[in-house]
């Protein structure tokens, strides 16, 4: 079993910055990807991002791509999303994943197998 807890969630005006963290605990040896998705209320669930935990390598959703960025301390435990220039839409609730990597799978290419309790990200106008 993995578990995931996410962390940094809260209120931004457009255009400020949050980071989002997520410890990862438990027996890892079941997964090699770890992404982000996000849900806004009425509306379907959308990949932001995802990264091989061997190599590092990134993939980000198209309403992301050049604003959030993934990474990943692993003396820590722990992977990042790094959210820049936010804008109202990004208001969601942002949810960390773990699982298996699959290219058929844009843009996440991400299987997941475990899910945190999800975190709250609000963006004003």
């Known amino acids: 079993q993995v578990q995931l807890v996410e962390s940094g969630g809260g209120s931004v005006r457009a255009g400020g910055s949050l980071r989002l963290s997520c410890k990862v605990s438990g027996d890892t040896s079941s997964i090699n990807t770890m992404g982000w998705v996000r849900q806004a209320p009425g509306k379907d669930r959308e990949g932001v991002g995802s990264?091989?935990?061997?190599?590092?390598?990134?993939f980000y959703g198209d309403s992301v791509r050049g604003r959030f960025t993934i990474s990943q301390d692993n003396a820590k435990n722990t992977v990042y999303l790094q959210m820049n220039s936010l804008k109202p839409d990004d208001t969601a609730m942002y949810y960390c994943?773990?699982?298996?990597?699959?290219?058929?799978?844009?843009?996440?290419?991400?299987?997941?197998?475990?899910w945190g309790q999800g975190i709250q990200v609000t963006v004003s106008s």
């Open positions: 990264i091989l935990i061997s190599s590092g390598i990134t």
């Open positions: 994943a773990a699982g298996l990597f699959d290219p058929q799978l844009a843009p996440l290419r991400l299987v997941g197998r475990y």
